[in-house]
């Protein structure tokens, strides 16, 4: 059964940092695009980020580009997303993604999702 699995959430003031982390069982990265989507209260998920299985190709939304990175270890089957320079409107529920074939702006559109964790940025 394959899982993802996010951490590293919590709370943070406008400016500072915090970094994401998803751990994956049952090899799921293995040869996949995987990617980070957000959700805001009373909005839709979000696009934030997706990689390549060979990293060399990342994609972000506008607004966090610049701010945010998105980063894999392959070998221990774990994704990152550094988010520096936070905003208050980057407070949501983060998700971690992750599909052998699939790479975009369709949060349903990988097969394999994380439960989320909650990012709040104060003012």
């Known amino acids: 059964q394959v899982q993802l699995v996010e951490s590293g959430g919590g709370l943070a003031q406008a400016g500072g940092s915090l970094r994401l982390s998803c751990a994956a069982s049952?090899?799921?990265?293995?040869?996949?695009?995987m990617g980070w989507f957000r959700q805001a209260p009373g909005k839709e998920h979000e696009f934030v980020a997706d990689?390549?299985?060979?990293?060399?190709?990342?994609t972000y939304a506008d607004s966090v580009e610049g701010r945010f990175t998105i980063s894999r270890d392959n070998v221990n089957d774990t994704i990152y997303l550094q988010m520096d320079n936070l905003k208050p409107e980057d407070t949501g529920v983060y998700y971690c993604?992750?599909?052998?074939?699939?790479?975009?702006?369709?949060?349903?559109?990988?097969?394999?999702r994380g439960r989320g964790t909650q990012v709040t940025v104060s003012s």
């Open positions: 990689m390549n299985w060979s990293g060399y190709a990342t």
């Open positions: 049952g090899r799921a990265l293995v040869g996949s695009v």
């Open positions: 993604v992750s599909d052998r074939f699939y790479g975009g702006p369709d949060y349903f559109g990988y097969s394999y």
